[in-house]
């Protein structure tokens, strides 16, 4: 009877451990496309600095190239890929391969999508940032330093929600 009582009530846990909502990995706020842009004044183009957030967990961070008020990018200076986290102000983001153009794109407006070449990041390679979404999920600011990891240390960059 003790043996049949214990079985019940494990059955029971197990159905409340699967029907529990699994958590999620990145504030929902943040899935979309975000944007820094500025014209380049030596060449006149438009720089774009972008992180693309994916539901799946993915995100695509780039620097790329297009004509002052166009929304279509026309080359690319540098691609990171890779799977990211979210809290509400910290943003981890695990890059895990590299697109950079050949030697005689460097200058604006950069390569196209396909003339990049494919780099490995280090494997476990993680940084880690402080950011701040505004209230109306319309902007992001992504703090200079690198929490943790060794990503690049810039001024501070307020990204705008295009998509």
Known sequence: MKNIQLFFIGCILILFSACQEKEDIFSPELIGTWEKTGIDPTYGF??????????????????????????????????????????DNQLTLMPQETFYPAENFRNPPGAKMEDM???????????????????????????????????????????????
């Not at 200079?144 to 960059?157: C, E, L, M, T, W």
């Open 46 to 87: 438009e720089g774009v600095l972008s992180y693309n957030f994916k539901t799946d967990g993915t995100y695509t961070w780039s620097i790329s190239y297009r004509e002052p008020g166009a929304t279509e990018n026309i080359g690319y200076q540098l691609i990171w890929k890779g799977n990211f986290r979210s809290t």
């Open 117 to 163: 070449v494919k780099q490995e990041f280090y494997p476990g390679q993680v940084d880690i940032y402080q950011i701040n979404l505004s209230n109306d999920g319309t902007e992001f600011l992504l703090f200079a330093q690198p929490v943790a990891g060794n990503g690049p240390p810039s001024d501070d960059i307020l990204f705008v929600k295009v998509k």
